[in-house]
């Protein structure tokens, strides 16, 4: 049986798992508009790991002119937004040139791994806790999410999830009251729809939510349909890019490069009432290239998306 098929086989064996999950869900990003009701406009947002190459000043800048509405900003171990780094100056600065621009805090890309030593799970523990200072330091208002994907291995998940459920419970407690938004990644333990809201749903906290990234889907075979109707109740931030191959061998690409409708899916979500944000990702693969241009990689990719989201 090819991996796909395998993907495919256990994602239809969570179907119920996922639907008894949606419907008893915490407070919704996502839920049926009622007759009348406007469809929200979709908030268009850019993730400063392809800007890795700008000073964050000159990156907000031009998110802003190009027309973003929000920027993620890279809040990893070493990146220029690391918590650790970013002072209470720097912080000041930063607050007051999101709101001189207009744009919106999307979220705070962290790269955690839910397994290792207590040591490790610990050291975990201290950076939700700074990058949800971090969060509130710069939009005390509303503070966005802290989004991460968890590591491991396809082929562990089922060895793993009950220990995944202990350790993000900590994580819950760590984040206080800022909200982590976990992504399910085709490389790692947590890889489907179903599982993903498995693990909301066992982990019981209303601080632990999901961030969808269509693209890992696609390539296992996965509908847009299908696994945005698994994931949106529990959704709070959307990553785009396009993709091409399969699980066995993909390449990341810009949002309109690939195979993904983004006019069906934008549409999806406005009738879905999404209130998150919609966050291009510059996958490595692509910001590490030699001749990468941030800055027209994000123009291009708005154009995409603004065209999408327009209906056209």
């Known amino acids: 049986m090819s991996p796909q098929s395998t993907s495919r086989r ?18 919704l990003a996502a839920e ?26 000159k990156a907000l800048q031009t998110c802003a002119e190009i027309g ?4 993620e ?51 975990n523990l201290d950076r939700i806790r700074r990058a949800a200072e971090l969060a509130h330091d710069l939009a005390p208002e509303r503070p966005p999410v802290i989004e991460t ?12 999830r009950d220990r995944f459920v202990e350790r993000l419970r900590d994580w819950a407690m760590a984040a206080g009251e800022v909200t982590l938004a976990i992504k399910p990644h085709i490389a790692n333990a947590l890889h489907t729809p179903g599982d993903a809201v498995w693990l909301c749903s066992q982990v019981g906290s209303d601080r632990i939510r999901l961030a969808y990234d269509y693209s890992h889907f696609e390539l296992q075979g996965i509908g ?11 959704t709070r931030f959307i990553h785009v890019k396009d993709t091409a191959g399969d699980q066995r061998k993909f390449q990341f690409l810009l949002p309109g490069k690939g195979r993904t409708d983004y006019k069906a899916y934008f549409a999806t979500l406005r009738e879905a009432n999404y209130k998150g944000p919609v966050v291009v990702e510059v996958s490595g693969q692509i910001h590490s290239r030699p001749d990468y241009d941030p800055v027209a990689a994000a123009r291009e990719a708005y154009l995409v998306l603004a065209r999408a989201a327009r209906g056209e």
């Not at 009622?34 to 908030?43: E, S, V, Y």
């Not at 207009?102 to 397994?115: A, F, H």
């Not at 847009?224 to 529990?234: D, R, V, Y």
């Open 68 to 71: 973003y509405d929000g920027v």
């Open 149 to 160: 994907i968890l590591g491991g291995k396809p082929a562990e998940w089922m060895q793993v």
């Open 224 to 234: 847009l349909a299908e696994s945005l109707q698994a994931m949106l109740p529990q």
């Open 10 to 27: 256990e994602f239809l064996k969570t179907a119920a798992v996922t639907a008894a999950a949606a419907a008893t869900a915490l407070p």
């Open 73 to 123: 900003l890279a809040a990893m171990s070493g990146w220029p937004c690391d918590p650790e780094t970013l002072n209470p100056e720097a912080r000041a600065r930063l607050r007051t040139q999101l709101a001189d621009l207009g744009l919106e805090l999307s979220g705070l890309m962290e790269n955690l791994r839910l397994l290792g030593t207590d040591a490790e799970h610990a050291a």
């Open 32 to 57: 049926p508009r009622t007759a009348g009701q406007k469809a929200p406009r979709l908030r268009l947002g850019f993730s400063l790991y392809g800007m890795r190459s700008l000073p964050i000043p």
